[in-house]
């Protein structure tokens, strides 16, 4: 199935893990845990934990009681936090073809642009608190 909005495995796993673990604050949770819920590559999610913890989103403790939590509290991450902590830096490219051929004209108008700056808004103004509610806490 085709969609347009695309965004890269790791970022939605990012994503996805930094609310779960903004749902459970107090608590370790394994990277084994987190794929389970996810449905997810425990070595693929291992290497989106190690670049946020990289990038200081989340904290771990080693160990066989060990986990990951967030760095701080989640409602002091944004969803552009956790995004750009994988992807980089999210630009408002207004064009779909690698090298902008339009000169400003476009055909597909402003859509792109608008899609992209609310698409950005979203996720700027978004904290992980306000969504942790998708995920229960873990007992």
Request: aromatic share 4%.
């Amino acid at each position: 199935m085709s969609s347009i909005l695309k965004m890269s495995g790791a970022a939605s796993l990012a994503l996805h893990t930094a609310v779960i673990l903004a749902a459970n604050p107090n608590k370790l949770i394994s990277t084994k845990d987190i794929a389970s819920l996810l449905r997810a590559s425990e070595a693929h999610l291992s290497k989106v934990l190690q670049q946020l913890e990289k990038t200081n989103i989340v904290t771990s403790i080693r160990g066989p009681k060990g986990g990951f939590r967030l760095a701080k509290p989640g409602d002091e991450i944004t969803l552009l936090d956790v995004y750009e902590s994988i992807e980089g830096r999210l630009s408002l490219n207004s064009c779909l073809l690698t090298e902008n051929i339009c000169d400003g004209r476009c055909i597909m108008g402003k859509m792109i642009n608008d899609l992209n700056t609310r698409f950005k808004d979203y996720l700027s103004k978004t904290k992980l608190d306000d969504v942790s509610g998708f995920y229960k806490q873990l007992s």
